[in-house]
């Protein structure tokens, strides 16, 4: 019996080892290789934000995106100016928000689902794009560090005073990123029973340490904004033009177009005016909606009312970057939709481990595609375009 279960910890050992290994070496491949020679260099909006970055003073004086920006200095601080260190910025929080996803989507579909549907984010062009870039677009995925943060505080049985001062520390940290204070608010209203409960049974010290941690934390962005009310408006994603109506509403359509047909005009991190999602993404969205609608509807609602407030915040301000919310969420639903189709099948085939097999090889094969095609968008196709040639140029 004793080497029976020696082999069998043996196997699993060697399966967290090959499963880990695999992880490290994609990771590297999608975010790490050739991040500072993928193209002849950096574009204008990246040596901006390495402009921005490179004193102390210009972060105190417009702090969107702080955290990511004190990484940047940090780095050109000790003499890193090239386009790596800028961009690897990116990649740390990166994985940062990868890590979050999965704590997510193992919660809500289970380890092996969730890692299926880990595997179908980080694998998207617009995700690997995202992180290889150093304007800060990476930190539009916050909410997922609030999201994880919540969910340790509501689970954690030996830890929740410091979940719940790292969850206050994380949603003031989050203030610093434009349109996050909506959702922080929205978040906030919609757990507040959970939040209440947690708040009372943390004793007067621990509130007093993590109020005091928050207002530490906003207070050079309330001084930044004392001195100039503009980043009010970044902040709240206010724009800066009213289109009109008839304008916001065609916007707004085309950022709903955008996500599946093709935008209305090229940004830097596509390929002409190609959609953002793939085929594979859109319908299994689909199959997810319908599945957490019935199974899990305040979830839905919630998801549904991330994807519907990005998709407005992207037309008002005619910034298809605003979308990123909007693809993890149908990211999300996807991730649901595979969950769905796995248990529909073992349903009929509950006891033979044939169909289990088949099933798990099948939704292998889908995330597979997912991932080779991700790579040669994003790794092959995109950096040999002749728009990335003439926008990544600076030195």
Request: with cysteine.
């Amino acid at each position: 019996m004793f080497k029976v279960v020696s082999r069998r910890l043996s196997r699993q050992t060697l399966r967290n080892v090959l499963g880990v290994l695999s992880v490290v070496s994609g990771i590297y491949l999608l975010y790490i290789w050739r991040l500072g020679t993928l193209t002849p260099g950096l574009s204008l909006s990246e040596s901006a934000a390495r402009q921005l970055s490179s004193k102390l003073g210009y972060i105190s004086d417009n702090p969107i995106n702080a955290p990511l920006r004190l990484l940047q200095y940090l780095a050109q601080n000790l003499g890193h100016h090239g386009a790596f260190y800028m961009r690897f910025a990116s990649v740390v929080f990166m994985m940062i928000f990868v890590i979050c996803l999965y704590l997510l989507l193992k919660t809500w579909f289970g380890r092996l689902i969730g890692f299926f549907g880990t595997l179908l984010m980080i694998g998207t062009p617009w995700f690997i794009l995202m992180a290889r870039s150093a304007t800060g677009t990476v930190m539009l995925l916050a909410p997922l560090a609030i999201i994880a943060s919540f969910l340790w505080l509501t689970s954690s049985k030996k830890q929740p005073r410091l979940a719940w001062v790292t969850l206050v520390c994380v949603c003031a940290i989050s203030l610093y990123i434009p349109g996050l204070v909506w959702f922080t608010l929205a978040a906030g209203l919609m757990r507040r029973r959970e939040l209440l409960a947690n708040l009372k049974q943390n004793g007067p010290i621990v509130i007093s340490l993590s109020a005091i941690l928050a207002i530490a934390i906003i207070v050079p962005l309330v001084l930044a904004i004392s001195r100039d009310l503009s980043i009010v408006k970044q902040l709240l994603l206010i724009p800066n033009h009213w289109q009109g109506v008839i304008g916001s509403l065609k916007s707004i359509a085309w950022s709903v177009l955008a996500l599946f047909w093709h935008t209305p005009y090229h940004i830097d991190m596509i390929i002409g005016r190609l959609h953002l999602l793939s085929i594979t993404q859109v319908a299994l969205a689909a199959i997810g909606v319908y599945a957490m609608w019935i199974n899990a509807r305040k979830e839905t609602y919630s998801l549904l009312a991330i994807l519907a407030a990005s998709i407005i915040f992207s037309g008002l301000n005619a910034n298809l970057e605003l979308l990123t919310l909007a693809i993890l969420a149908v990211c999300i639903f996807a991730t649901a939709g595979l969950r769905y189709l796995y248990v529909e099948w073992r349903g009929v085939f509950p006891r033979n481990p044939i169909p289990k097999v088949l099933a798990l090889s099948l939704i292998g094969l889908v995330i597979g595609v997912h991932l080779m095609l991700g790579v040669r968008y994003s790794l092959i196709a995109w950096p040999h375009t002749t728009a990335t040639h003439s926008l990544y140029v600076i030195k």
